[in-house]
């Protein structure tokens, strides 16, 4: 059984920062494409940042490009945003998602799984 489980959300002052992590278990962690959504109140979901399994190949969302790195420690079955430079209008549940490839990232995932997703609040 595939579980993904997000944790290290909160509430942030802007400016401030936040890092997600997301352990995966049940998969071949080599053979998914990783990332990470968000969903807004009253918005659809959307896709944050992606890489693959050797890292070198990531993808972000222009909204966080610059503020947001992705990361992976693959002996830990382990993904991670580090969230920078936060904004109010970041505040969304943050999901993470997998996708069954070993491609390039070079755009937003089409996830075969998710995780619950995990809370993430910045106040002005």
């Known amino acids: 059984q595939v579980q993904l489980v997000e944790s290290g959300g909160g509430l942030v002052q802007a400016g401030g920062s936040l890092r997600l992590s997301c352990v995966a278990s049940g998969l071949s962690f080599s053979g998914y494409v990783m990332g990470w959504f968000r969903q807004a109140p009253g918005k659809e979901r959307e896709f944050v940042a992606g890489?693959?399994?050797?890292?070198?190949?990531?993808y972000y969302a222009n909204s966080v490009k610059g503020r947001f790195t992705i990361s992976r420690d693959n002996g830990k079955n382990t993904v991670f945003l580090q969230m920078d430079m936060l904004k109010p209008e970041d505040t969304a549940v943050y999901y993470c998602?997998?996708?069954?490839?070993?491609?390039?990232?070079?755009?937003?995932?089409?996830?075969?799984?998710w995780g619950r997703g995990t809370q993430v609040t910045v106040s002005s």
């Open positions: 998602a997998a996708e069954k490839s070993r491609r390039a990232v070079v755009r937003g995932l089409s996830p075969d799984y």
């Open positions: 890489n693959n399994y050797y890292g070198g190949s990531t």
